[in-house]
């Protein structure tokens, strides 16, 4: 089973910045895209970003248009969520997946592997 593993949550004030990571087998990132996706508390899970697998084509889901960006390093077998200007309502885990397909998608069910998560809290 393939390892997605998250990292580079933490607790941060409302108008700061954290970049989350996410490494994986290569196997697993280098035709496949990936998406981010998060928790909050008391909510269903949802998207976030997504990104093709060349790094080429990204989308956003509106609560992050302008202020988070998605990227990746085929290389390293790494993907990143750059998250600026944070709010406390994008409190929440935050998980990154590997997609079925190499084109972006924004339901949960077009990706097969997950990682465990990583937490971000924004206080105001």
């Known amino acids: 089973q393939a390892q997605l593993v998250e990292s580079g949550g933490g607790l941060v004030q409302t108008g700061g910045s954290l970049r989350l990571s996410c490494a994986a087998p290569?196997?697993?990132?280098?035709?496949?895209?990936v998406g981010w996706f998060r928790r909050a508390p008391g909510k269903e899970r949802e998207f976030v970003a997504a990104i093709d697998w060349r790094g080429t084509s990204t989308y956003y889901a509106d609560s992050a248009k302008g202020r988070f960006t998605i990227s990746r390093d085929n290389a390293k077998n790494i993907v990143y969520l750059q998250m600026d200007s944070l709010k406390p309502e994008d409190t929440a885990d935050y998980y990154c997946?590997?997609?079925?397909?190499?084109?972006?998608?924004?339901?949960?069910?077009?990706?097969?592997?997950w990682g465990r998560g990583t937490q971000v809290s924004v206080s105001s």
């Open positions: 290569r196997r697993t990132f280098s035709n496949n895209a």
């Open positions: 997946a590997s997609a079925l397909s190499s084109a972006i998608a924004t339901t949960s069910g077009a990706y097969r592997y």
